[in-house]
DNA sequence: GCCAACGTTGGC
DNA sequence: GCCAACGTTGGC
């Protein structure tokens, strides 16, 4: 069975010791040993090996962006809204991204590190955009929803010794000043795609449907600078 | 609600 | 390894 959404789905807090008492070992875990399973090969498998990136000996972006809905929506009768205010509303305004079931977009979190700043972007709503920045305050571990039968986004075909999907805990930092919808960073990207410009190969547009995205140190900085300018 | 874009599956 | 069919994402 597909897995659903890879966009973040739940409400859980992240573990509230996730602080000093979240030494290495833990993440260990997750590193990437794929048990060499002898004979043949999943299609999974094979996606997977497509959408991994090489090993980058120096984590090439230090800003994200990371779609989630604000919006109530059911799938399977479970309700998938979580936005902004949510994150906010956790102990310590802290949670975990899990649920994301997407290669490329697993793979981005995983050259997370701590102290990258994210966008929290809304997606799948009536007004798209991003709406405020978040800090990652702690590296990729085991997603454990994978595991979890009564979650949306369980993976019949993880298997604990050797999961496949992997979460970030976010902290929300603070809203934009303003709200800045999808349809203006548009007209930004259209206008540096003709002219040049910062925004010109955005994910945001170039890799619509990724939910975890990277941004240049140029673009966050762009988009960020929008904030204190009237709309376009 | 529609549907384009694109990732995943699985037969061959 | 190819690729058609299928499923999901997410704007509109």
Redesign the pocket.
């Known amino acids: ?7 973040r789905a739940s409400t859980r807090a992240a573990d509230s010791s996730q602080g000093d008492a979240a030494p290495d070992g833990d993440d260990n875990d997750e590193v990437d040993v794929k048990k060499p399973v002898r004979g043949k090969r ?3 498998d ?3 090996k ?2 991994k990136a090489e090993p980058p000996s120096i984590p090439l972006f230090s800003h994200w962006l990371m ?1 989630s ?1 604000p919006e109530s929506r059911l ?1 399977n009768g479970i309700d998938v809204k979580f936005g902004i205010e949510d994150l906010k509303a956790l102990p310590n305004q802290t949670g975990c991204w899990d649920g994301v ?4 977009a697993r793979n981005f979190m995983r050259d997370m590190r701590k102290g990258h700043l994210a966008f929290f ?5 009536k007004e ?1 955009g991003i709406a405020g920045i978040m800090d990652i305050v702690k590296e990729a571990y085991v997603d454990h929803t994978q595991f979890d039968k009564k979650d949306v986004h369980f993976d019949a ?1 993880s298997k604990p010794d050797s999961p496949k999907w992997s979460m970030v805990d976010v902290q929300y930092q603070r809203m934009l000043q303003r709200f800045i919808p ?2 203006e960073l ?1 007209k930004y990207h259209l206008q540096h795609g003709a002219n040049g410009g910062p925004l010109k190969s955005m994910a ?1 547009f ?6 975890v995205q990277p941004l240049t140190s140029e673009e966050f900085q762009f988009v960020l600078d929008l904030e204190n300018k009237a709309p376009i």
């Open positions: 069975m597909a897995p659903k959404r890879s966009t999943s299609a999974s094979r996606s997977e497509k959408a779609k809905e799938e079931r997407n290669y490329q972007y809304h997606s799948n709503c798209p075909s999808l349809s548009k945001l170039t890799r619509a449907r990724l939910s």
